[in-house]
């Protein structure tokens, strides 16, 4: 029998036919394109045979380098079908990040995007020659191949390759797909770490075949009917499980291809599913609070009674299972067509059903008001080692503020020692590929994967997480603190983009503040400061102290140890390139620290000028 991942396209272009299974557009103002099931699982024959004819055997890796299209889709699982690996490389990737994770996972075929992915991968081929059979390019458009390029392909050309196999090459493939076993590796994801180098983690069939049985179990609401935007990368561990739940569901996908177009393209979509990370939602709060603060007094309490009444039916009722009392649930219904639809609308979801969202924390705040109107954001936890979730919000009885209670199946404890979560069952990595001493350290000696997260379980048995272990600091005074705790509160305000607090060993708590700036611009003019420019901004003490109350209204009720005291304002936003962020944006603090030494210095200095 073959595995889960194999059968579902075919099994389901035989259920759905004609029906729509992913919708694509390459360019802005280009035009939506869809495509049925019958025709994806044509595409993905055609993609497994031209694998064959390629030279690939079972047990080889591809490796995938693009920004989203649907092409990662048949590629994946047309490499699926000859029981051979994906490893996803993010788009933007350096080169010494690509030539580790393609080097490290032993690829030998690349795929990439396009022009801007092309260099990536022929010049490690170049360094290594023998390692490459072939680098496949996904778009042709504005591309011109290197002149001593001998072995890049268009894909075209690849499926000419499929089209034109012969009878033999279809039943290699469908031998393979039938020698298929649930340990087959399916994908090698590599972490993007916070610190050291990155490592490969193994996911199985048997991994993905576990987590597609459990969120087919929880996930009840969720129908072929429903559409999903696929925005966050593909090489994101919670887009792809969660794009292979949507296939799995017979969910069509819209795949996003430019992530700067999102706000445009989801006008155009309508999704009514879609997972995203918080910083997603982060800026949706962010633009909904301006507009609301721009109303007339009146306005202002209308929208703020329409919340107060979303609040009490959805959180105080409808979370706990009960009913709903008439004149209540008639109010709500009033707001709903008044206020709440017509900001469904202004986001681009009118018709919402739920949305994950995991990857870091999301302000309880935020999360509440969604909820309030109608916005069915359900918050989890989960890692790439976990195959995405580990825990999330319940259909009924969640608890805001905690990241949901555990998959079913899924044993989950806290180390008593230093809080970190730990975590056993059949979606968790075997391992990290050709890495005994990652493996080593990784778990316990009775089976669980140490996270690297610190949580603990309320009463009700929801986890809350603290902060990740190595994270956590101590001041000079001897206080711990949870940096991501206020990165994650800071968000929730219009003038800030990006966090990194500081704090290890200093007497006082202090953060790196990449302000919004086209915010901070515009309340700069009102202001009367002339100077708008980025790097004039960040040096002006008035806006520098503007800046600073906004985060004092943030942490009125933060202990006093754990307050920030102090801020520098940045005239750039942190890099992927440099190193201080990862690919899923999470702040790299030993290459802040260092980067940035100057600055932290400054904030701790007697030269301060706000004190």
Same mark, same amino acid.
Not at 109 to 121: I, N, R, S, T
Not at 388 to 406: L, M, Q, R
């Given at each position: ?144 191949? #290197? ?19 012969? #009878? ?67 090489? =994101? ?91 209540? #649930? ?83 404890? !806290? ?5 970190? !979560? ?113 790097? =004039? ?34 005239? =750039? =936003? ?38």
């Amino acid at each position: 029998m073959a595995n889960r991942l194999v059968e579902i396209i075919p099994q389901n272009a035989e259920r759905f036919g004609d029906k729509e299974a992913y919708r694509f557009c390459w360019r802005k103002d280009g035009e939506w394109l869809s495509t049925s099931w019958k025709e994806f699982a044509l595409q993905v024959e055609v993609a497994a045979k031209a694998f064959v004819e390629l030279g690939l055997i079972e047990k080889d890796r591809i490796a995938i380098c693009s920004p989203n299209t649907p092409q990662i889709l048949i590629s994946e699982f047309g490499a699926f079908k000859n029981r051979l690996a994906a490893i996803p490389v993010y788009s933007s990737s350096s080169q010494a990040q690509f030539d580790f994770v393609v080097g490290d996972g032993g690829a030998s075929v690349l795929f990439v995007g396009d022009k801007h992915q092309y260099p990536l991968a022929y010049n490690f081929w170049k360094r290594n020659p023998e390692k490459i059979k072939k680098i496949i390019i996904y778009k042709m458009e504005g591309l011109d191949l #290197e002149k001593d390029d001998t072995v890049s392909i268009f894909w075209d050309d690849f499926v000419r390759l499929g089209m034109s196999a012969s #009878e033999e090459t279809a039943r290699e493939v469908e031998r393979r797909m039938n020698n298929g076993l649930p340990d087959d590796m399916a994908t090698l994801i590599y972490t993007s770490g916070t610190t050291g180098e990155p490592k490969g983690v193994v996911i199985n069939h048997s991994n993905y075949d576990a987590c597609m049985d459990k969120h087919l179990e929880l996930l009840t609401a969720i129908n072929d009917d429903d559409l999903s935007m696929a925005f966050l990368p593909m090489s =994101h561990i919670l887009e792809k499980a969660w794009s292979f739940f949507c296939l799995t569901k017979g969910v069509a996908i819209a795949v996003n291809y430019d992530p700067r177009m999102i706000q445009e393209n989801i006008h155009d979509i309508k999704p009514n599913i879609m997972c995203a990370v918080p910083r997603f939602w982060e800026k949706v709060y962010a633009g909904v609070k301006e507009k609301i603060a721009a109303m007339s007094p009146m306005q202002r309490m209308m929208v703020n009674r329409a919340i107060a009444i979303g609040k009490k039916r959805n959180i105080g009722y409808v979370r706990r299972g009960k009913r709903v009392p008439v004149l209540l #649930e008639k109010e709500y219904q009033f707001w709903d067509s008044r206020i709440f639809s017509k900001l469904k609308a202004a986001i681009g979801i009118p018709n919402p059903n739920f949305f994950p969202t995991a990857g870091a924390p999301l302000s309880d705040r935020i999360c509440e008001f969604f909820r309030s109107v109608g916005i069915d954001i359900i918050v989890g936890y989960g890692l790439s080692e976990t195959t995405a979730t580990v825990t999330f919000f319940p259909e009924k009885d969640y608890e805001i503020g905690t990241v949901g209670v555990p998959l079913p199946g899924i044993k989950v404890k !806290i180390d008593p020692e230093n809080d970190e !979560i730990l975590v056993k069952g059949p979606t968790v990595t075997p391992g990290y590929y050709n890495n005994p001493k990652a493996n080593e350290e990784a778990f316990t000696e009775d089976g669980y994967f140490r996270t690297g997260d610190a949580g603990y379980f309320t009463k009700e048995g929801a986890l809350v997480l603290t902060e990740r272990v190595k994270d956590l600091f101590k001041t000079s005074n001897g206080k711990y603190v949870a940096p991501q705790m206020m990165e994650s509160r800071l968000a929730e305000n219009k003038y800030i983009d990006e966090v990194a607090v500081i704090g290890d060993r200093r007497k006082f708590v202090t953060a790196l503040i990449v302000p919004n700036f086209p915010q901070l611009k515009r309340w700069a003019e009102k202001e009367g400061i002339e100077e708008v420019d980025t790097d =004039h901004l960040v040096k002006n003490t008035k806006v520098l102290a503007f800046v600073m109350s906004e985060i004092d209204k943030l942490q009125k009720d933060v202990a006093g140890y754990e307050r920030i005291k102090r801020i520098c304002l940045l005239p =750039h =936003h942190f890099a992927i390139m440099h190193g201080e962020v990862t690919n899923t944006m999470k702040v790299r603090r030993p290459v802040v620290a260092k980067r940035y030494a100057d600055e932290i210095e400054w904030m701790y200095s007697d030269e301060y000028p706000l004190k």
